[in-house]
């Protein structure tokens, strides 16, 4: 594992290599190797990923009156990125087992103003991506994949971040591989990477200089080191954490209310964290419930809920996605760092078995 130490070490070591305060050297070298970590021919680091969201939008040159589907079952970032490009966001239900985009809804939802669809791999889990690459690709759309907890998930062999037109992530902590705060987009097309940089980055001498306005979104030098540093772990953070995810299955066992979210047999997710649904009564109660008792998780901690139907989202108008709905509201998504230790793995299953155990008496 990582250690702050090891960690603070490399950010010394990149501030002393920094002697030129307009070189861009940690940045374009995390570039490079983000591109052949993840085998694509550009990597462009930005500050977030929701940086990174918003920079793919317009770089596909996507703006007013245009409309983009995604998800209603995403977070608040994914949204911000389209109303961020000032295109409309168009919320899509999940399909009928509550995994994945329902592509009936896709195609009902798309018309002649609709320019992408940007697929969210929450959860690290990629249900129904290739069906939706496949439709976006039928109908002449960009996919933009939101892939900021999907770091090293695959579907059909593909990797998480690559089958669409531009895949973005997240370098946030929390997320697989961090430096605190950043991002990064991912793209084969050699055009779209060019039309990103003209929106955050000074020309290099003899480049054309930028034809549209952008936002600063570097990603920070020493915050680059950081993200090289950590970068160098992920197949182990990758294999750690696949690891603790089905210790964690296998501790919380046969739990009465809690059905395990398998992945589908041709996707293997990255272990972002352990997926459950919650078959008990009240079940964002439940998972608040959980939160208090130490299991972080992403309704309860975090108070995820579908994207039309928080707070945030009322001025877009009403969206009919009520398997999205219900699909986050029983959505249990359990937390943990590669640091979580077996002793911990135990105290989360224990508490969790409890809990559902009280519960489903209290009916
Ligand atoms: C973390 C996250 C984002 C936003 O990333 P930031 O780096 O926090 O801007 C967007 N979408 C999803 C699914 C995320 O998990």
Redesign the pocket.
């Known amino acids: 594992m990582t250690t702050t130490s090891e960690t603070l070490g490399a950010l010394k070591a990149s501030i002393d290599r920094m002697p030129d305060p307009a070189g861009r050297t940690e940045a374009a070298a995390l570039e490079a190797e983000l591109a052949t970590v993840h085998g694509v021919r550009h990597a462009i680091a930005v500050s977030?990923?929701?940086a990174a969201?918003h920079t793919a939008l317009i770089a596909c040159d996507i703006g007013p009156g245009d409309e983009v589907l995604l998800p209603a079952a995403?977070?608040i970032?994914?949204v911000a990125a389209v109303t961020a490009a000032r295109a409309r966001p168009v919320f899509v239900d999940a399909a009928d087992d509550g995994r994945g985009m329902d592509l009936a809804d896709v195609a009902a939802k798309t018309t002649g103003r609709t320019r992408a669809i940007l697929p969210?791999h929450?959860a690290g889990r990629t249900d129904g991506l290739i069906d939706v690459a496949a439709y976006a690709h039928s109908a002449d759309l960009y996919l933009v994949e939101?892939a900021?907890?999907a770091q090293g998930s695959s579907a059909c062999g593909r990797a998480a971040g690559t089958v669409g037109t531009i895949g973005c992530f997240?370098l946030?902590d929390g997320?697989i591989i961090s430096c605190g705060?950043g991002?990064y987009l991912l793209t084969n097309d050699d055009a779209l990477a060019a039309a990103y940089r003209t929106h955050w980055l000074t020309p290099a001498p003899g480049a054309p200089a930028a034809s549209r306005l952008g936002m600063n979104y570097r990603l920070a030098e020493p915050l680059a080191a950081l993200a090289r540093h950590n970068l160098k772990g992920l197949d182990r953070a990758l294999a750690r954490r696949r690891e603790q995810a089905l210790r964690l299955y296998d501790l919380v066992g046969d739990t009465p209310g809690l059905t395990v979210h398998a992945p589908a047999p041709e996707d293997a997710p990255n272990g972002y964290s352990a997926l459950w649904r919650v078959d008990l009564d009240r079940p964002r109660d439940f998972s608040a419930r959980l939160a208090e008792a130490g299991v972080a998780n992403s309704v309860g901690t975090y108070r995820l809920r579908a994207a039309h139907q928080h707070p945030a989202c009322q001025d877009l108008g009403p969206a009919d996605c009520p398997r999205a709905a219900q699909a986050v509201d029983r959505m249990l998504a359990v937390a943990f760092q590669p640091q979580t230790t077996e002793a911990d793995l135990h105290r989360l299953a224990e508490t969790i078995r409890r809990e559902a155990k009280t519960w489903g008496e209290s009916r």
């Open positions: 977030s990923g929701t969201l995403t977070v970032m994914t969210v929450l939101d900021c907890q997240s946030k997320k705060e991002g």
